[in-house]
């Protein structure tokens, strides 16, 4: 695989971690949980279930994106998705994913070094 795919990759992976990090803060679920490969519980699968969604509206990533960067499979994010997809006729719901898809697409594209080097946040020169 060449050098465009890798770093393609990592940058699928901090935006799904984003995702969740930003999901488990509004839904109160542990981060964890949600990380795990297992189902847990119903509210940490939910939420898992929620930041793949987000992640493939906000960032427009494919479902095989997704899926890749949250360590499922491909058929497992389109399910979530049309689960959270009919979740948002509850007009509460809609609003906070409303939110939180602004949120992630506020964010500033990660930063991610080519292998081999160390990654420096914009601006700063190594001094």
Same mark, same amino acid.
């Given at each position: 695989m060449n050098q465009d795919y890798y770093m *393609? *990759? @990592?940058r699928d992976e901090a935006r799904a971690r984003l995702a969740r990090t930003i999901v488990a803060y509004a839904f109160g679920v542990s981060e964890a949980e949600m990380n795990a490969m297992t189902r847990r519980s119903?509210? @940490?699968a939910f939420g898992r279930q929620v930041a793949m969604y987000l992640a493939h509206i906000s960032f427009e990533m494919s479902l095989s994106r997704v899926a890749n960067a949250f360590g499922r499979? *491909?058929?497992?994010?389109?399910?979530a998705?049309?689960?959270v997809e009919d979740r948002r006729d509850d007009s509460q719901f809609d609003l906070k994913l409303d939110r939180l898809e602004s949120l992630l697409r506020?964010?500033?594209d990660p930063v991610i070094a080519p292998a081999g080097t160390t990654a420096q946040a914009p601006g700063q020169n190594g001094e």
């Open positions: *393609r *990759r @990592a119903a509210a @940490a499979d *491909r058929t497992t994010v389109s399910h998705c049309h689960l506020a964010a500033p």
